[in-house]
């Protein structure tokens, strides 16, 4: 079915992710593999034993640079109870989404979009419920942008 798609201003804006504030480099962090990618755009995997987002395990925690600048995370997880915890967990963090009963459009939705616009950050949680995978995008909203400079050869 189509896209269930829910957006709210951001009451907490966060300035970056995991207290590695936008803009900053993220050369030499221990935690992080080593840099994947050439030219503007550089990815780095958190490598901890167990990776979590507040209390919510998660698969995989990706932090991009661009222009040696950090401007995304991308953080994935699966399953259905994980993808409820995470959206709780968002909630509580960064703004209540309305998902009062006859909100939601009718029939069972398998694409969910809930996004989340502070003055500095986008949060933007995709979920399919057919896949059970989940892919939240935390992002500088000044440093995204320049991700799709370089789109059509320009």
């Known amino acids: 079915g189509p896209a269930l798609l829910l957006a709210v201003s951001m009451t907490n804006d966060p300035g970056g992710f995991l207290n590695i504030p936008w803009t900053s480099s993220l050369e030499g962090k221990a935690d992080l593999s080593p840099p994947e990618g050439e030219g503007r755009v550089k990815e ?3 490598m901890r034993t167990t990776l979590r987002l507040g209390d919510v395990p998660v698969s995989s925690i990706r932090l991009v640079t661009i222009d040696e600048k950090f401007a995304r995370a991308v953080v994935r997880y699966e399953g259905n109870d994980t993808h409820q915890a995470m959206l709780e967990a968002l909630q509580r963090w960064f703004g209540a989404l309305d998902l009062t009963p006859g909100q939601l459009a009718a029939g069972a ?46």
């Open 109 to 154: 939705q398998s694409q969910q979009q809930f996004t989340w616009r502070g003055d500095d950050t986008e949060i933007n949680l995709t979920y399919d419920s057919k896949k059970g995978w989940g892919v939240l995008y935390v992002e500088s909203r000044a440093l995204a942008p320049r991700f799709n400079e370089d789109i059509g050869g320009q």
């Open 44 to 46: 780095y995997n958190l």
